[in-house]
């Protein structure tokens, strides 16, 4: 019912600059929560950042001060805009909704090189 399409990965250096774009389609109205997920090989998934329908955001830990997330409800969009990116961001980046269940983007990746 809801499809997830990701844009923006790539190789960036570190120190550098990245915006990752989810555009959402379908049962729109549905969502309640949307996020980035990432993944590095060997890793489990982990949050990066969320962002309720009401507006509210949280951070994992390793990204406050560095990543902001952001939407264009206009657009059906979900931003992270990914600052002072660091080695260990390198990972397949992965948006996520949640409404009537929980919906994954096909990933894209990031590599940040030393």
């Known amino acids: 019912q809801v499809q997830l399409v990701e844009s923006g990965g790539g190789f960036v250096q570190a120190g550098g600059s990245l915006r990752l774009s989810c555009a959402a389609s379908g049962s729109i109205f549905s969502i309640n929560f949307m996020g980035w997920y990432r993944q590095a090989p060997g890793k489990q998934r982990e949050l990066v950042a969320g962002?309720?329908?009401?507006?509210?955001?949280n951070y994992a830990d390793f990204v406050k001060g560095r990543f902001t997330i952001s939407r264009d409800n206009a657009k059906n969009t979900v931003y992270l805009q990914m600052n002072s990116v660091k080695p260990e961001d390198t990972a397949v980046y992965y948006c996520?909704?949640?409404?009537?269940?929980?919906?994954w983007g096909q990933g894209t990746p990031v590599t940040v090189s030393s």
């Open positions: 962002i309720t329908s009401g507006g509210s955001t």
């Open positions: 996520h909704a949640r409404g009537l269940t929980n919906y």
